[in-house]
């Protein structure tokens, strides 16, 4: 069985400032962990991944998020956003399930990036 | 080809229409996925199909019914849908393992049943 957990629906942050969204996991196999990035009006984008090796991964536009297998979090980070990183942001984590991968995805992060 | 492809990004359809949605990916990937996502929430599994068979129904009503012609393909036909129907509906393909990466989601199709 898995779970993910983003414990906050909803942040708000200034321009220019740092943000971090909040995940936590439970999984019982290996663990395989995303971040997918939803725009206004479309589908889901992965930003970045943890399969194995480094526990920190980073995305092209500066994000960042760090596997910590104690705490059993996956926490995204970014040190400057900017207006047009306003949009839903969903953690997932994933399982191999007999041919196709069973995902569990948080409820999702609206992050709110004010002028 | 790293894209998955959905037609149409939007459709409005009668409860008494039939239409079909079509989601095609050129990525090798073994398994693709149909998603219904209401405002606001997570991305729901409808469907299942790997290696061109269906794995999963989620208990989707039979007024929606998945078709995988073949590996690039799958199509959800509509049929006597209901208000409620109305949502953004993803397709998503991967490789079978995490292990090689996670999933490639199209832009999805806009549905409004009135």
């Known amino acids: 069985a898995q779970s993910v957990t983003q414990l906050d629906s909803q942040v708000p942050v200034f321009e220019e400032a740092p943000v971090e969204l909040r995940c936590n996991y439970s999984?019982?196999?290996?663990?395989?962990l995303f971040w997918y990035v939803q725009y206004p009006n479309q589908g889901l984008q992965l930003l970045l991944k943890?399969?194995?090796?480094?526990?920190l991964v980073e995305s092209i536009n500066g994000f960042e998020a760090e596997f910590n297998k104690s705490q059993t979090s996956f926490h995204l980070r970014k040190p400057s956003v900017h207006i047009s990183d306003t949009a839903e942001y969903f953690c997932?984590?994933?399982?191999?399930?007999?041919?196709?991968?069973?995902?569990?995805f948080g409820i999702g992060t609206k992050l709110q990036v004010i002028p | 080809d790293t894209e998955v492809t959905q037609t149409p990004k939007h459709l409005v359809m009668g409860m008494t229409n039939k239409k079909s949605l079509k989601c095609e990916q050129h990525?090798?990937?073994?398994?693709m996925y149909w998603y219904k996502q209401k405002a606001k929430k997570p991305p729901e599994l409808m469907f299942v199909?790997?290696?061109?068979?269906?794995?999963i129904n989620e208990s989707v009503p039979s007024r929606f019914s998945p078709e995988c012609p073949n590996s690039s393909l799958l199509n959800l036909h509509l049929h006597a849908l209901q208000p409620e129907d109305s949502a953004l509906y993803l397709c998503?393909?991967?490789?079978?393992?995490?292990?090689?990466?996670?999933?490639?989601f199209g832009s999805g199709t806009r549905l409004t049943v009135v």
């Open positions: 943890y399969l194995s090796g480094s526990t």
């Open positions: 999984s019982s196999v290996s663990v395989y």
């Open positions: 199909y790997s290696y061109e068979k269906l794995s």
């Open positions: 998503a393909s991967s490789h079978p393992s995490p292990g090689t990466g996670g999933y490639t």
């Open positions: 997932a984590v994933s399982a191999p399930s007999g041919g196709y991968q069973k995902v569990t």
């Open positions: 990525m090798g990937h073994r398994a």
